[in-house]
């Protein structure tokens, strides 16, 4: 599928009528990006594996919500919201979304920091009254905790069904349930599993990818890369058995892939059960780590139908499951162009989902589009917006006629002034060029003038 064109985008208003029945709804939008923290709590992984706890940069990727509202709605924040830089988004014709800021929150997440909060608290109640539904990036206990709290209607599923739906070991089992091309591998709930995966009845030959349950972003994610790696791992997991009392262990083994390039794709399932494909993009990782998206995903049309076709599957084995709301499924296209429709399902908003406004007001139809990020070195003092600006010089950081760069996230740049005398900041952009070249360009000229910073 060679352009923008032919790349559906999931309106706003498409995801409020399927949650809430109601295009006009309001939401209040809360992007607790650690929320998987919470569901893999009571969840035995990798030794030393894990989610890390949210730190401040990662709190301060939440004012992307600010993307994905609607005039009309409301985005809670830990922190306000650079001024400069809402006036830029105003300036890009995005419209804007109310802020209700937390403000102090002591290094807590904000969700847990609203729950402290009675002026937040008192903002929202007023708000639940209106009718307004709380639409989290993922829901836990905490937001359901707030909801009961306020009286807001939740827009998405109970966390015991997202907590089921983002494990590993349930994306396993379900793409085998509909017969979907897996990868080879194996999920492991006890030591004597992991033991038969790596060992006794290994999954394939080495290496061999251990990954946590619950893990996100790379972490708790091991590659093992021979027999004796294997055995050492094993004999950390035994030790930490027999301390514990329990073999339980909630971990997937899979045989290594080469492959062409990763993929994430979304669908939208509906309370009623309607199921859309909203989108595929290529996922641009490093080390398992998420980097960014290239639009369009450079598939063939029997490539992307086959990708829609287990799309709308899953999305309706999801429903028979008990879920509703966006899911994310990351895939990838293999060394040998057969495409692996399942790596994981992700049961919440995905850093793609916030990129549909930015897409639909600055695509150009034939286009080319990459949302990616960059290190900014940070020494002393914040960076001011007017920095970020002025260094990119010429460039149009208005994009028009399919064309420029946008920042989308700015908060992240700064997310350790005040803390750390010299650190990198992470500044998120858009790009769009009207050719894959152009867009190459751009990247390289973005990179350019942003090292300037560092100097």
């Known amino acids: ?12 208003g498409d995801l409020k009528e399927a949650l809430t029945g109601s295009r006009t709804a309001t939401f209040v939008w809360l992007c607790n990006f650690e929320v998987e923290d919470a569901w893999s709590k009571g969840f035995t992984g990798l030794p030393g594996g894990g989610i890390s706890e949210a730190n401040l940069l990662v709190q301060r990727m939440e004012e992307q919500g600010i993307l994905i509202a609607e005039p009309g709605d409301y985005v809670i924040t830990g922190q306000a919201i650079d001024p400069e830089f809402l006036s830029y988004l105003d300036r890009c014709g ?5 802020q209700i800021v937390v403000g102090n929150t002591d290094g807590k997440p904000t969700n847990a920091a609203v729950l402290d909060s009675p002026a937040v608290l008192a903002e929202l109640r ?30 998405g599923p109970p966390s015991s069904v997202c907590v089921t739906v983002n494990s590993k070991i349930y994306s396993r089992r379900l793409t085998d349930r509909l017969g979907l091309r897996p990868i080879a591998g194996r999920a492991c709930e006890t030591v004597d599993a992991l033991r038969s995966a790596l060992l006794t009845d290994p999954c394939g030959p080495y290496p061999l990818i251990v990954k946590d349950a619950y893990g996100v972003s790379g972490k708790g994610l091991l590659v093992l890369r021979s027999p004796d790696a ?64 290239v639009i369009p ?14 799309g709308l599957r899953i999305g309706a084995a999801l429903h028979g499951d008990g ?15 057969v495409v692996r429709p399942v790596l994981e399902i992700n049961a919440r908003l995905n850093m793609s989902t916030y990129q549909t406004r930015v897409l639909e007001r600055f695509s150009h139809s034939q286009g080319h589009a990459q949302a990616q990020q960059f290190n900014v070195h940070v020494d002393g003092a914040s960076v001011p ?15 028009v006629d399919g064309e420029g760069v946008l920042v989308t996230c700015f908060g992240t740049v700064n997310a350790f002034a005040g803390r ?30 942003l090292s300037v910073l560092s100097k």
Not at 2 to 11: A, E, F, K, P, T
Not at 149 to 154: D, I, Q
Not at 425 to 438: D, I, N, T, W
């Open 1 to 12: 599928m060679g352009s923008i064109s032919n790349l559906h985008l999931s309106r706003i």
């Open 94 to 98: 995005l419209g804007l979304a109310e």
């Open 126 to 155: 007023s708000l639940a009254k209106c009718g307004a539904y709380l639409m989290p990036m993922g829901v836990s206990g905490v937001e359901e905790t707030i909801a009961a709290a306020t009286g807001l209607r939740l827009a």
């Open 230 to 293: 294997a055995a050492g791992l094993l004999r950390m997991v035994e030790r930490r058995a027999e301390r514990r009392g329990s073999d339980a262990l909630h971990v997937v083994v899979e045989t290594f892939l080469e492959k062409r390039f990763d993929l994430n794709y979304q669908i939208t399932v509906s309370r009623t059960g309607q199921v859309t494909f909203d989108f595929v993009k290529r996922a641009v990782t490093e080390g398992g780590v998420h980097k960014g998206h």
């Open 297 to 310: 995903a450079g598939l063939t049309a029997r490539h992307y139908d086959e990708i829609r076709d287990a």
């Open 323 to 337: 879920f509703f709301g966006v899911a994310g499924v990351d895939a990838l296209l293999d060394a040998e162009d």
């Open 385 to 399: 917006f007017s920095r970020i600006l002025d260094v990119f010089g010429s460039l149009p950081t208005v994009p």
């Open 420 to 449: 750390k005398e010299s650190y990198d900041g992470r500044l998120y952009v858009m790009l769009f060029g009207r050719s894959a070249e152009r867009l190459q360009s751009l990247e390289f000229k973005v990179a350019q003038s």
